[in-house]
T-cell receptor, first 107, second 113 residues
Framework: AQRVTQPEKLLSVFKGAPVELKCNYSYSGSPELFWYVQYSRQRLQLLLRHISRESIKGFTADLNKGETSFHLKKPFAQEEDSAMYYCALSDASKLTFGTGTRLQVTL | DAGVTQSPTHLIKTRGQQVTLRCSPKSGHDTVSWYQQALGQGPQFIFQYYEEEERQRGNFPDRFSGHQFPNYSSELNVNALLLGDSALYLC????????????FGSGTRLTVV
């Protein structure tokens, strides 16, 4: 069975500090991984996907198959990054989400 | 493009009642998936509809059923409501599966009393 683990419920960082949101997965096949973000009072939206290897809003995530991880990183946190972040794994017919990490960026 | 639209936004039902939630996918999308998000949890997959058929189902009882119409819109029905069915129900649309990601609606907040 596929599973996604986000070990931190809350991550609090200062503005300008580096951010790393952890995500580990369990999947027998070749995974497709995503990060979704939910800003306050907004809908869940796609932040980035590993197949595109893109950087969105300064965030990047690298798939490490050896460590079965897909951590989300940003070198310098901004206030507007405060949100709920969900890591998700797709088997092409459904998404399996982690429980989410709330990122709180303070001045 | 309005994206994914869901109705209603909020709903209060009594235990034992039945409820129908509706979803219109993003323009150009042909696949609709439904998720249940309980408080403090990540969304849990209920089922996915493609070509008007249930393509895959998560670990939810038969009280949860759905339908997809020829215009790709979808309904989620829940019978014999339980208190534990209280949650945010999210609809997500995609094109031919989810390889390129899903577009989510704002959800329907269902409260069972």
């Amino acid at each position: 069975a596929q599973r996604v683990t986000q070990p931190e419920k809350l991550l609090s960082v200062f503005k300008g500090a580096p951010v790393e949101l952890k995500c580990n997965y369990s999947y027998s096949g070749s995974p497709e991984l995503f990060w979704y973000v939910q800003y306050s009072r907004q809908r869940l939206q796609l932040l980035l996907r590993h197949i595109s290897r893109e950087s969105i809003k300064g965030f990047t995530a690298d798939l490490n198959k050896g460590e079965t991880s897909f951590h989300l990183k940003k070198p310098f946190a901004q206030e507007e990054d405060s949100a709920m972040y969900y890591c998700a794994l797709s088997d092409a017919s459904k998404l399996t989400f982690g429980t989410g990490t709330r990122l709180q960026v303070t001045l | 493009d309005a994206g994914v639209t869901q109705s209603p936004t909020h709903l209060i039902k009594t235990r034992g009642q039945q409820v129908t939630l509706r979803c219109s996918p993003k323009s150009g999308h042909d696949t609709v998936s439904w998720y249940q998000q309980a408080l403090g949890q990540g969304p849990q997959f209920i089922f996915q509809y493609y070509e008007e058929e249930e393509r895959q189902r998560g670990n939810f009882p038969d009280r949860f059923s759905g339908h997809q119409f020829p215009n790709y819109s979808s309904e989620l029905n829940v019978n014999a409501l339980l208190l534990g069915d209280s949650a945010l129900y999210l609809c997500a649309s995609s094109l031919g599966g989810g390889r390129y990601g899903y577009t989510f609606g704002s959800g329907t907040r269902l409260t069972v009393v």
